[in-house]
Nanobody, 114 residues
């Protein structure tokens, strides 16, 4: 059973940093990524990374501030978030693609407040 488990969310002031982690068991996922959902808004893709790490993609508002990476030995994907803004406040969800099936984590709250 593939079950991604996120960690690393929390409270931070604007301009601060957080690093999210997501670990899963079983087969090495193909794509791994992060989505987020703010109150009253639809879930949106933040970043994803290919199996080898050679291809990444970011939502425009996080480019230059967030970095996605992965460790295939640990079956873990990371999201380093720098220069956080209040509009980054959301529940962040990890998703992994294993044999064309998407699995989701439970989500971790990130709150950026003044």
């Amino acid at each position: 059973q593939v079950q991604p488990v996120e960690s690393g969310g929390g409270l931070v002031q604007p301009g601060g940093s957080l690093r999210l982690s997501c670990t899963t068991s079983g087969s090495i996922p193909y794509h791994m990524g992060w989505y987020r959902q703010a109150p009253g808004k639809e879930r949106e893709l933040v970043a994803y990374i290919s199996r080898t790490g050679g291809s990444t993609n970011y939502e425009d508002s996080v480019k230059g501030r967030f970095t996605i990476s992965r460790d295939n030995v640990k079956n873990t994907v990371y999201l380093q978030m720098n220069s956080l803004k209040p509009e980054d406040t959301a529940v962040y969800y990890c998703t992994v693609d294993v044999f064309l099936v998407a699995y989701w984590g439970q989500g971790t709250q990130v709150t950026v407040f003044s």
